[in-house]
């Protein structure tokens, strides 16, 4: 009776293994499937990026207005402050000394120190801090209230 037992373990035992083995080679040799997503280039589906660091529209575009009147090209005047918007403000705040970094349109920590100084030279006494903070945002979207 022990060697019947014995023969049927063994044999079990070789027929799972067979069968796992089997099993894992079928999925090792399949074919992966077919992605059939639509592939579309990064730019293409990119979305537009821009800050506008709490200004509407209408201010937005006084803002682009103000950097065009002082010679600097902020792009179509949109009301939407993308890379160039910020590129060309950039330069300017660094033209004028307020020292806004490196001129990539990214709205750091150095921009926004860069707009607080300038802000601050219209006597609106911002901490300069480069944070983007309320008061900050106020002071900003007061700066910008009037018309292009």
Same mark, same amino acid.
């Given at each position: 009776?022990?060697?019947?037992?014995?023969?049927?373990?063994? #044999?079990?035992?070789?027929?799972?293994?067979?069968?796992?083995?089997?099993?894992?080679? +079928?999925?090792?040799?399949?074919?992966?499937?077919?992605? %059939?997503?639509? #592939?579309? !280039?990064? =730019?293409?589906?990119?979305?537009? =990026? &821009?800050?506008?660091?709490?200004?509407?529209? &209408?201010?937005? $575009?006084? *803002?682009?207005? *103000?950097?065009? /009147?002082?010679?600097?090209?902020?792009? =179509?005047? /949109?009301?939407?402050?993308?890379?160039?918007? *910020? $590129?060309?403000?950039?330069?300017?705040?660094?033209? $004028?000394?307020?020292?806004?970094?490196?001129?990539? +349109?990214?709205? +750091?920590?150095?921009?926004?120190?860069?707009?607080?100084?300038?802000?601050? %030279?219209? +006597?609106?006494?911002?901490?300069?801090?480069?944070?983007? !903070? =309320?008061?900050?945002?106020?002071?900003?979207?007061?700066?910008?209230?009037?018309?292009?």
């Amino acid at each position: 009776m022990r060697a019947i037992t014995r023969t049927l373990i063994g #044999v079990t035992t070789a027929v799972g293994i067979a069968a796992g083995s089997l099993a894992a080679a +079928g999925t090792a040799f399949a074919a992966p499937a077919q992605d %059939t997503r639509a #592939v579309a !280039s990064a =730019e293409a589906v990119a979305p537009l =990026e &821009e800050n506008n660091l709490g200004l509407d529209a &209408e201010q937005a $575009k006084n *803002w682009q207005c *103000w950097v065009r /009147d002082r010679g600097y090209n902020p792009g =179509e005047i /949109d009301g939407r402050l993308g890379t160039q918007s *910020w $590129k060309a403000a950039q330069q300017m705040l660094n033209d $004028k000394g307020h020292n806004a970094g490196n001129v990539d +349109g990214d709205v +750091g920590p150095n921009t926004i120190s860069a707009l607080q100084r300038y802000l601050n %030279t219209f +006597g609106y006494g911002l901490a300069v801090d480069g944070v983007d !903070s =309320e008061p900050f945002r106020e002071a900003f979207r007061d700066f910008n209230n009037t018309g292009c």
